[in-house]
T-cell receptor, first 115, second 114 residues
Framework: DTGVSQDPRHKITKRGQNVTFRCDPISEHNRLYWYRQTLGQGPEFLTYFQNEAQLEKSRLLSDRFSAERPKGSFSTLEIQRTEQGDSAMYLC?????????????FGSGTRLTVV | GDSVTQMEGPVTLSEEAFLTINCTYTATGYPSLFWYVQYPGEGLQLLLKATKADDKGSNKGFEATYRKETTSFHLEKGSVQVSDSAVYFCALGPFYGSARQLTFGSGTQLTVLP
């Protein structure tokens, strides 16, 4: 396992189009997180899964956003009817949740540009 | 809610200079504290962590001490190198099964000149 993989690395799309990003976590990690990072800011939490269950969604996750994690393995994040304000880096992270302290491993991100 | 305030950048230093990046936080309970580093075009890498008051995290010559009385977690390095040029993020996060998510500061851009 080489870490958390995200695909694609870069995506340019026209306003109004739908886009989908994929994240492959570290295989033994049971938690998967999505964050959004806009230019000059720190990452902001969007949502997370424990196995296949989506346990929390941020207010930032509008109705145009949907995330899935079928079978508790990889995850997809879809944005429908993209807007210019959606331009950002979308980061995925995974962790092994237990009663003790857990640490996140981040992927390299997908940079979305909406034109 | 949770929040993290970082020293605004950018910070430009000469090689071998002393580095301090200030970080203060607001949180209920007992968060863990982290410093992450982001190199150009890459994701976040964990630099160091501390899980309770007075803990000192250290890695690659960087240090930070968890100060509960001042709600701070300042990052320091005695002698920076050109290769330390990156964006540094302070963050607070979960500890022992809490539902808290990672909350990040806005980041501090560090440039080290030869």
């Amino acid at each position: 396992d080489t870490g958390v993989s995200q695909d694609p690395r870069h995506k340019i799309t026209k306003r109004g189009q739908n886009v989908t990003f994929r994240c492959d976590p570290i295989s033994e990690h049971n938690r998967l997180y999505w964050y959004r990072q806009t230019l000059g800011q720190g990452p902001e939490f969007l949502t997370y899964f424990q196995n296949e269950a989506q346990l929390e969604k941020s207010r930032l996750l509008s109705d145009r956003f949907s995330a899935e994690r079928p079978k508790g393995s990889f995850s997809t994040l879809e944005i429908q009817r993209t807007e210019q304000g959606d331009s950002a880096m979308y980061l995925c992270a995974s962790s092994l949740w237990s009663v003790s302290l857990h640490f996140y491993t981040f992927g390299s991100g997908t940079r979305l540009t909406v034109v | 809610g949770d929040s993290v305030t970082q020293m605004e950048g950018p910070v430009t230093l000469s090689e071998e200079a002393f580095l301090t990046i200030n970080c203060t936080y607001t949180a209920t309970g007992y968060p863990s504290l982290f410093w992450y580093v982001q190199y150009p075009g890459e994701g976040l890498q964990l630099l160091l962590k501390a899980t309770k008051a007075d803990d000192k995290g250290s890695n690659k010559g960087f240090e930070a001490t968890y100060r509960k009385e001042t709600t701070s977690f300042h990052l320091e390095k005695g002698s920076v190198q050109v290769s330390d040029s990156a964006v540094y993020f302070c963050a607070l996060g979960p500890f022992y099964g809490s539902a808290r998510q990672l909350t990040f500061g806005s980041g501090t851009q560090l440039t080290v000149l030869p």
